[in-house]
């Protein structure tokens, strides 16, 4: 078999598990040995699942800017075909997956005379999650399909760059309990959830106090319940700040990606509820804060730009030298604090609850989120009335204390046959 560098480093590790008492995610403190190391950035093989995403095309980006620390082994899509066609012939991975079986043929004859395998389903998705050689897997796909093939990727031992947030809220401890027992490092691409990890480089014996999560309050901040009942899809897709896919875009205007991103943050730096606060902050320019034990806070900050946290994710923990954007303080003379609004946003106070009450909760949160926000971009259902369907859906499918992978799964399949119902 033969092993990247990349691979053997990840393997050097003896030291893991040392750290779980100190509130990091113990993966991720072993990894703080390695700073103390010198580390130059190896060249990693890279599995994107969800390559012609927002997340999926700006990760193309930073690997195309950086071609002596990235081999693309694999690219996934659901069913845009022409543009995973078009990522194909530029950049020549070994596999090609497209998740939706009717554009097999079109891709398959599109790349016949190239040396690239095409394969089609959710099994080749767990495929391009697997590969051998593949050091790490992004997982830029949206929404719960991005459960299993996380969860193979871990088995095979590899470091999962996560974009994903759903898979951690929706079985986080499932996901992190496999990550420990196979050793793999699970590596934040969410803004916030990076922030706070590279607030976290070198403090690997300090326990946290807490995080301070940013939200932006996305575009409807300061808006009141009589406003917001009349919204269309068209306002909440004009996010302030970000440019991103449509699912999160919503997430983002209703502050589900708020409570979405507080119980992903609760499993990736294995948090007490208690220690996860949020504050709005309409710029986005910190995108997350810790604060230790000595009262000091430490936050990280930037322009609105993906490609930096996708890059760091990729080349943790060395840093590569870019051209992106920089940010300068002149250009923002006030960055401001609010509190949320929880009774208007009732998403964030509902992930609060689901978070609390554990077992297969946060799974019913996210599947009723996914059908509701489906649904509004469809116009069938108001801005507001996303809450209530997943309020209503927490509150009648049956609560599972300590769910196994099956229960997952059912869980996610009754709740979205319910939030269905109540929406027709
Ligand atoms: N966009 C951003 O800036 C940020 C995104 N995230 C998270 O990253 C993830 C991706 O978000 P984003 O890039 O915005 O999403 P997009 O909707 O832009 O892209 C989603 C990608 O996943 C693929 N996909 C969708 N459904 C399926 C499915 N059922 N099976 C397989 N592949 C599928 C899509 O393929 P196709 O194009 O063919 O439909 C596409 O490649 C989300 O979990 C999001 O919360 C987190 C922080 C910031
Ligand atoms: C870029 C990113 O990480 C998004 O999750 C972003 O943070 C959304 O912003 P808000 O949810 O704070 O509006
Ligand atoms: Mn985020």
């Not at 990727?153 to 990550?179: C, H, S, W």
């Not at 027992?181 to 922030?195: G, M, T, W």
């Amino acid at each position: 078999m033969t092993r990247s560098p990349q691979t053997r480093t990840f393997q050097k590790f003896e030291t893991f598990g040392k750290f779980g008492s100190a509130n990091l995610y113990s993966f991720a403190a072993a990894f703080y040995f390695l700073k103390e190391e010198t580390h130059p950035i190896l060249k990693k093989k890279i599995s994107i699942l969800g390559s012609t995403g927002s997340i999926g095309t700006q990760a193309l980006e930073v690997i195309e800017a950086n071609p002596d620390h990235f081999e693309l082994e694999a690219i996934t899509a659901n069913e845009n075909a022409d543009l995973l066609i078009k990522q194909a012939i530029q950049f020549k991975p070994n596999l090609v997956v497209i998740a939706n079986e009717d554009k097999y043929q079109k891709v398959f004859d599109a790349l016949d005379l190239l040396d690239i395998k095409v394969y089609a389903g959710e099994n080749a998705l767990c495929h391009a999650a697997e590969l051998e050689e593949v050091d790490v897997v992004l997982t830029a796909l949206v929404g719960y399909a991005g459960l299993k093939p996380t969860l193979r990727a871990i088995e095979a031992g590899k470091a999962i760059a996560l974009a994903n947030k759903e898979t951690l809220v929706v079985a986080g401890e499932l996901v992190t309990t496999l990550a420990k027992k196979k050793r793999v490092p699970i590596l934040p691409v969410d803004s916030e959830h990076s922030a706070i990890f590279q607030c976290l480089a070198g403090e690997y014996s300090n326990p946290i106090e807490k995080i301070i999560l940013t939200a932006s309050g996305g575009p409807f901040r300061g808006k009141d319940k009589g406003f917001l009942t009349d919204v269309k899809k068209e306002q909440a897709l004009k996010h302030p700040n970000w440019d991103m896919g449509a699912k999160i875009t919503i997430d983002s205007a209703s502050l589900m990606n708020k409570g979405l991103e507080v119980i992903e943050a609760k499993w990736l730096f294995d948090l007490t509820n208690d220690q996860i606060e949020v504050v709005v902050h309409p710029q986005s320019i910190i995108h997350s804060m810790v604060q230790f034990e000595d009262g000091s806070i430490k936050a990280q900050m930037g322009l609105p730009d993906m490609k930096l946290p996708i890059q760091y994710a990729l080349t943790y923990p060395g840093r590569l030298k870019n051209n992106f954007p920089r940010f300068n303080f002149m250009d923002y003379p006030e960055l401001t604090f609010e509190k949320p609004d929880l009774n208007t946003f009732k998403n964030l106070a509902l992930s609060f609850e689901a978070l609390k009450k554990g077992g297969n909760q946060p799974c019913i949160l996210n599947a009723a989120n996914e059908i509701a926000v489906s649904k509004f971009l469809e116009d069938r259902i108001g801005f507001l009335e996303m809450s209530d369907v997943v309020e209503s859906c927490l509150n009648k499918i049956s609560f599972i204390s300590t769910p196994n992978f099956d229960d997952y799964v059912e869980t996610d399949k009754e709740t979205r046959i319910l939030a269905t119902e109540l929406i027709n």
